[in-house]
């Protein structure tokens, strides 16, 4: 049966098939931050959501509707590590087997934990090897079903209700930053924004050096890159998906890019002043509103934390990088 772009319908109901296995995580705030901003800000805590980010929703979502025959056969996913973990431990709590493409210099930390989850993990070179063909053949030689990390429209709705629960829980918001790697996070919160709060501006943040989705939102076509060099390993995507893409160009206001010393400001203000550990990927968000604040005075802007996977030895280096 053919796939079909999703719809604000495809959130709610995902966010009926999550309830009960996804956490309803915080929306914290900060003094701190809204002094600073002049604005009242939002914080979506993804990083505390199970297995550490927001892609626990779209994997489940996506894994809950196997049929009897794909459940048996079993799923296969590629992931630099927080999808690779959201599949494997769904796929554990559904009984179905997994097996995960993850690169090879993935934190150690995320093939470690999608290992603990039950998934056979394969890793490849993300510089030299296609994951996409990878996972392909695997899918046509054993018959396993493909999840894709974020171009799959059970997994864009599923990883939409992370917004559709900041609404309900914090009320309508003026703007809306979400952390952008193939574009699932983002075209599932706007799906929700457009519903649940219409005067929304939503933004998509990409780190400097991989601006494939700001060079497609404002060409009008998906650009492809060669994989970008940077601490925010979830965002080291070459290019949106055939799904993500129109929503992105549809719904958001605009795609921004922050610098790798941005995310690792954003890190140290998170675990110094708000005590909690955020990966550098999850920190793309805040790093763009903080650098927006002046515009967002006297506003009321959601920040969606989407996860908080990283190694801790690694965690304390780049905190320390900056003296």
Same mark, same amino acid.
């Given at each position: 049966?053919?796939?079909?772009?999703?719809?604000?319908?495809?959130?709610?109901?995902?966010?009926?098939?999550?309830?009960?296995?996804?956490?309803?995580?915080?929306? *914290?705030?900060?003094?701190?931050?809204?002094?600073?901003?002049?604005?009242?800000?939002?914080?979506?805590?993804?990083? !505390?959501?199970? *297995?550490?980010? &927001?892609?626990?929703?779209?994997?489940?979502?996506?894994?809950?509707?196997?049929?009897?025959?794909?459940?048996?056969?079993?799923?296969?996913?590629?992931? #630099?590590?927080?999808?690779?973990?959201?599949?494997?431990? #769904? /796929? $554990?709590?559904?009984?179905?087997? /997994?097996?995960?493409? *993850?690169?090879?210099?993935?934190?150690?930390?995320?093939?470690?934990?999608?290992?603990?989850?039950?998934?056979?993990?394969?890793?490849?070179?993300?510089?030299?090897?296609?994951?996409?063909?990878?996972?392909?053949?695997?899918?046509?030689?054993?018959?396993?079903?493909?999840?894709?990390?974020?171009?799959?429209?059970?997994?864009?709705?599923?990883?939409?209700?992370?917004?559709?629960?900041?609404?309900?829980?914090?009320?309508? *918001?003026?703007? !809306?930053?979400?952390?952008?790697?193939?574009?699932?996070?983002?075209?599932?919160?706007?799906?929700?924004? $457009?519903?649940?709060?219409?005067?929304?501006?939503?933004?998509?943040?990409?780190?400097?050096?991989?601006?494939?989705?700001?060079? #497609? &939102?404002? #060409?009008?076509?998906?650009?492809?890159?060669?994989?970008?060099?940077?601490?925010?390993?979830?965002?080291?995507?070459?290019? !949106?998906?055939?799904?993500?893409?129109?929503?992105?160009?549809?719904?958001?206001?605009?795609?921004?890019?922050?610098?790798?010393?941005?995310?690792?400001? /954003?890190?140290?203000?998170?675990?110094?002043?708000?005590?909690?550990?955020?990966?550098?990927?999850?920190? !793309?968000?805040?790093?763009?509103?903080?650098?927006?604040? /002046?515009?967002?005075?006297?506003?009321?802007?959601?920040?969606?934390?989407?996860?908080?996977?990283?190694?801790?030895? $690694? &965690?304390?280096?780049?905190?320390?990088?900056?003296?």
């Amino acid at each position: 049966m053919p796939l079909h772009a999703p719809e604000y319908a495809d959130v709610a109901a995902a966010a009926d098939r999550i309830r009960g296995h996804a956490h309803r995580t915080p929306v *914290m705030r900060s003094r701190t931050v809204d002094a600073e901003f002049g604005a009242e800000v939002f914080f979506k805590c993804e990083n !505390l959501q199970r *297995m550490g980010a &927001f892609k626990f929703r779209g994997a489940f979502n996506a894994l809950s509707k196997f049929d009897a025959r794909q459940r048996e056969a079993g799923v296969v996913a590629f992931s #630099s590590g927080n999808h690779a973990q959201a599949v494997a431990l #769904s /796929a $554990r709590l559904l009984g179905i087997p /997994a097996t995960i493409i *993850m690169p090879q210099d993935a934190p150690q930390v995320k093939i470690d934990a999608t290992r603990g989850y039950g998934g056979e993990v394969v890793l490849y070179d993300r510089y030299t090897e296609d994951r996409e063909a990878i996972g392909r053949d695997l899918s046509q030689k054993y018959g396993l079903t493909l999840v894709p990390p974020y171009d799959h429209p059970d997994v864009i709705a599923g990883q939409g209700t992370a917004a559709k629960e900041l609404f309900e829980d914090a009320g309508p *918001m003026d703007a !809306l930053f979400v952390c952008l790697g193939g574009g699932g996070l983002l075209s599932g919160s706007a799906l929700s924004a $457009r519903a649940l709060s219409p005067g929304c501006q939503v933004y998509g943040v990409e780190p400097e050096a991989g601006n494939d989705g700001q060079q #497609s &939102f404002r #060409s009008g076509q998906i650009v492809h890159i060669d994989t970008p060099k940077t601490i925010a390993d979830g965002a080291q995507t070459q290019h !949106l998906g055939q799904f993500t893409f129109p929503i992105i160009r549809r719904e958001v206001a605009d795609i921004l890019t922050v610098s790798d010393p941005e995310l690792i400001d /954003a890190m140290n203000f998170y675990a110094a002043r708000m005590k909690i550990v955020v990966e550098p990927t999850g920190c !793309l968000s805040f790093a763009a509103a903080r650098a927006m604040r /002046a515009e967002l005075a006297g506003k009321r802007v959601g920040v969606i934390v989407s996860g908080g996977n990283v190694d801790m030895r $690694r &965690f304390c280096e780049l905190l320390l990088s900056k003296g």
